[in-house]
């Protein structure tokens, strides 16, 4: 079974840029997590999708961040504008929720923002 | 707001030693404790905890949870480099919050040769 695969691996912006990352996840997971990773933290969700829809996005800074699963099976996430405390790694995860939370991670995204 | 916190944050250790990692939470409406392993970037899954007292065990890792002292435990024996990595708890609420996981902030083990 193919793992949840994200691009790009890495990506270096300014400040006030925009930038997208993509993410699919595993076939058949219908659950779908965006999470950010600050250097020296644990991960922290920001959003999660059921199928098509936004289960939760309690945590996601909407002003600049915004995320969509228009299909119900990949995933865009993107900032705009960036900020310098917006470096991190992004993870993307799945679950097949009707059977176990178990997420899946992908390789995840690292950016950098100058 | 649910919290999880782990210690110790960093720890190392010489090959064949035995370590103890420890987590402890505070979540409403408790509904699982995963471990998950971190190298490099991707979190790789070890284990999910749903009852008190139950060992989990897969080869030289086992855990265990307290759910009336809201800490899970994580021992690896005969630790290898192969182990060193960051080790991730995280906690998993129910109810309306469903599937939403909170990490801790990890423990840093590395094992010299």
């Known amino acids: 079974e193919a793992g949840v695969a994200q691009s790009p691996r890495y990506k270096i912006i300014e400040k006030r840029q925009s930038v997208a990352f993509w993410c699919n996840p595993i076939s058949g997971h219908a659950t779908l997590y965006w999470y950010q990773q600050i250097l020296g933290q644990g991960p922290k969700l920001l959003i999660q999708?059921?199928?098509?829809?936004?289960?939760?996005d309690s945590q996601l800074p909407k002003d600049r961040f915004s995320a969509e699963r228009l299909k119900g099976v990949d995933s865009t996430l993107k900032i705009q504008p960036a900020k310098l405390e917006d470096s991190a790694v992004y993870l993307c995860?799945?679950?097949?929720?009707?059977?176990?939370?178990?997420?899946?991670f992908g390789p995840g995204t690292r950016l950098t923002v100058l | 707001e649910d919290k999880v916190v782990q210690s110790p944050l960093s720890l190392v250790v010489h090959e064949g030693d035995t370590v103890t990692l420890n987590c402890s939470y505070e979540v409403t409406n408790f509904r699982s404790l995963l471990w998950y392993k971190q190298e490099k970037k991707a979190p790789t899954f070890l284990f999910m905890l749903?009852?008190?007292?139950i060992e989990k065990k897969s080869g030289r890792l086992s855990s265990i949870l307290d759910k009336k002292e809201l800490f899970s435990i994580l021992n690896i024996t005969a630790t290898q480099t192969g182990d060193s990595a960051i080790y991730l708890c995280a906690v998993e609420a129910g109810g309306t919050s469903y599937g939403k996981l909170t990490f801790g902030q990890g423990t840093i083990l590395t094992v010299h040769p």
């Open positions: 999708f059921q199928n098509n829809g936004v289960v939760d």
């Open positions: 749903t009852s008190s007292g």
């Open positions: 995860a799945s679950s097949r929720a009707s059977v176990s939370n178990e997420q899946f």
